[in-house]
């Protein structure tokens, strides 16, 4: 399975303000997803990320709000943009693993807007 | 939404098995149906997934029906870390398949 690492693993930001998320994983991969979780709630997905191309959103998301980059195979980031407090979420990234065919998730970034 | 229907809750005794259903009345032919935990604060934590036939891993049995309309997931003997919530998901195998997640089942294990 594919090894994934996110940075920060938490953050407490002003609102207003922007914070960019990383996301690394060991090995290369076609696809990549990041997820908001709201707090108590399930996993949202926010947008698809393909190395090479604009990274694809969901309804409800957009590229101004959540810009997403994907430089390379192994690397992903998600920008939370001018945050309020309705942003205070635990974001999380995947990849696609080619050996099982599933998704494999990151640990997190656990935000809150004060 | 989530084509999955999971109960909101379940508990099971330390040692024993773990029974947890999945109703799918909706699923698709190409649809494969995947299990994923998620313990407190952590990432999702895949467990298995399967399309027809029954399968088997380290972690966990995921038994589907004939008529692939419902699925159960079992862990064979229950720990106090297998406490999480338990995700039953519909999906494709393709690289671009989105995964959506309902409520999920919140799986306590008693000492």
């Known amino acids: 399975s594919a090894v994934i690492s996110q940075k920060p693993s938490r953050d407490i930001c002003q609102r207003g303000t922007s914070l960019t998320i990383q996301c690394q994983v060991d090995s290369q991969v076609t696809m990549m997803f990041w997820y908001r979780q709201q707090p108590g709630q399930s996993l949202t997905l926010i947008a698809t990320a393909n190395q090479g191309s604009e990274a694809t959103y969901e309804s409800g998301f957009v590229i101004d709000k959540f810009p997403i980059s994907r430089p390379n195979l192994t690397f992903s980031t998600l920008t939370v943009s001018n945050m309020s407090p309705e942003d205070s979420s635990i974001y999380l990234c995947s990849a696609f693993g080619t050996v099982t065919y599933t998704q494999y998730f990151g640990p997190g970034t656990r935000l809150t807007v004060l | 939404d989530a084509k999955t229907t999971q109960p909101p809750s379940m508990d099971c005794a330390e040692g024993r098995a773990a029974n947890l259903p999945c109703n799918h009345s909706t699923i698709s032919g190409n649809e494969y149906v995947y299990w994923y935990r998620q313990i407190h604060s952590q990432g999702p934590q895949y467990i298995i997934h399967?399309?027809?036939n029954n399968e088997t891993n380290e972690m966990a049995s995921l038994i589907i029906t004939e008529d692939r309309k419902s699925s159960t997931l079992i862990l064979p003997h229950a720990t106090l870390r297998d406490t999480a919530v338990y995700y039953c998901i519909l999906g494709t195998t393709g690289a671009n398949s989105k995964l959506t997640f309902g409520k999920g089942i919140t799986l306590s294990v008693r000492p």
């Open positions: 399967g399309l027809k």
